[in-house]
């Protein structure tokens, strides 16, 4: 019998993530190991990334994903930086299984950076394929959570579901000295904390109603994949990783459910 797999939320914050060696880094790679220690190596990943946002839901099914570079102003080391992981059509297709009429393929995207700047330190070999789940724009945060829940299932088959985005991303509020997070970022990122360790998950998916949401999520595109997830271990309670704010208005806060803490 296979264990079931865990699901994991990363914040990604700045794209130069994947060429730092840093605390965070660091603990990105630690987590990568116990959930190696602990499951063994996934069959594949699907990966729920903020930065392929999208009206109506979408899924890959392509052997070769491309490497997406989508971002702008970056040093030419960035863009030279390769994580060559493969596709798994088999995954893809079993999304669509799951969800049904709610999703359809298209593989004009690729595996973006909110994905492999966050996986290159996590499973560095890059030996274990991913496909990328969109972040539909357009859909209730309750829809959100359902489709979360009918993705579970791939967790006792053998497939890792992994989101990445931040509990606080507010990109014009950003302060460049500060490497750690401002009043607001850091209450707000408590108060998220809580609300999940207390799986209030209706609290969560309301967060516009939290103090400080509107600093901490000016437009919802980087918060959305924290919903899947939820979803994904419904009633679970996470081990707390990367419990960090930094330039001043990003929370790089990631939660691991149904994996020990050890």
Same mark, same amino acid.
């Given at each position: 019998?296979?264990?079931?797999?865990?699901?994991?939320?990363?914040?990604?914050?700045?794209?130069?993530?994947?060429?730092? +060696?840093?605390? &965070? @880094?660091? %603990?990105?790679?630690?987590v990568g190991d116990r959930v190696i220690e602990?499951?063994?190596?996934?069959?594949?990943?699907?990966?729920?990334?903020?930065?392929?946002?999208?009206?109506? @839901?979408?899924? +890959? @099914?392509?052997?070769?994903?491309?490497?997406?570079?989508?971002?702008?102003?970056?040093?030419?080391?960035?863009?030279?930086?390769?994580?060559?992981? +493969?596709? =798994?059509? &088999?995954?893809?297709?079993?999304? =669509?299984?799951?969800?049904? /009429?709610?999703?359809?393929?298209?593989?004009?995207?690729?595996? /973006?950076?909110?994905?492999?700047?966050?996986?290159?330190?996590?499973?560095?070999?890059? /030996?274990?394929?991913?496909?990328?789940?969109?972040?539909?724009?357009?859909?209730s945060r309750e829809a959100?959570?359902?489709?979360?829940? +009918?993705?579970?299932?791939?967790?006792?088959?053998?497939?890792?579901?992994?989101?990445?985005?931040?509990?606080?991303?507010?990109?014009?509020?950003?302060?460049?000295?500060?490497?750690?997070?401002?009043?607001? =970022?850091?209450?707000?990122? %408590?108060?998220?904390?809580?609300?999940?360790?207390?799986?209030?998950?209706?609290?969560?998916?309301?967060? %516009?109603?939290?103090?400080?949401? &509107?600093?901490?999520?000016?437009?919802? /595109?980087?918060?959305?994949?924290?919903?899947?997830?939820?979803?994904?271990? %419904?009633?679970?309670?996470?081990?707390?990783?990367?419990?960090? =704010?930094?330039?001043?208005?990003?929370?790089? @806060?990631?939660?691991?459910?149904?994996?020990?803490?050890?």
């Amino acid at each position: 019998m296979l264990k079931r797999m865990p699901v994991l939320f990363s914040g990604h914050g700045s794209p130069m993530l994947a060429l730092e +060696q840093s605390d &965070a @880094t660091r %603990e990105l790679r630690a987590v990568g190991d116990r959930v190696i220690e602990q499951f063994g190596k996934s069959k594949a990943i699907l990966a729920i990334s903020a930065h392929w946002y999208t009206r109506g @839901t979408f899924v +890959q @099914t392509a052997e070769s994903p491309k490497q997406v570079y989508d971002m702008y102003g970056f040093p030419k080391e960035l863009y030279d930086y390769q994580y060559p992981v +493969q596709g =798994c059509p &088999a995954l893809g297709e079993r999304v =669509c299984e799951l969800l049904g /009429d709610r999703v359809r393929v298209s593989n004009d995207w690729g595996i /973006d950076h909110g994905t492999w700047t966050v996986l290159c330190h996590m499973f560095p070999a890059a /030996d274990i394929p991913v496909v990328q789940l969109s972040v539909d724009g357009t859909i209730s945060r309750e829809a959100i959570f359902e489709i979360g829940r +009918q993705l579970a299932p791939l967790r006792d088959e053998g497939y890792l579901i992994f989101a990445s985005g931040n509990v606080v991303h507010n990109l014009r509020r950003v302060e460049w000295e500060n490497p750690n997070g401002s009043e607001a =970022c850091i209450a707000f990122n %408590e108060t998220v904390k809580e609300k999940i360790a207390a799986r209030d998950d209706r609290a969560v998916m309301q967060y %516009e109603r939290l103090e400080h949401a &509107a600093y901490a999520v000016p437009t919802p /595109d980087h918060f959305l994949p924290l919903l899947y997830t939820l979803g994904a271990a %419904e009633g679970e309670k996470p081990a707390v990783f990367n419990d960090r =704010c930094n330039l001043g208005a990003i929370a790089m @806060t990631g939660f691991a459910f149904g994996m020990d803490e050890t």
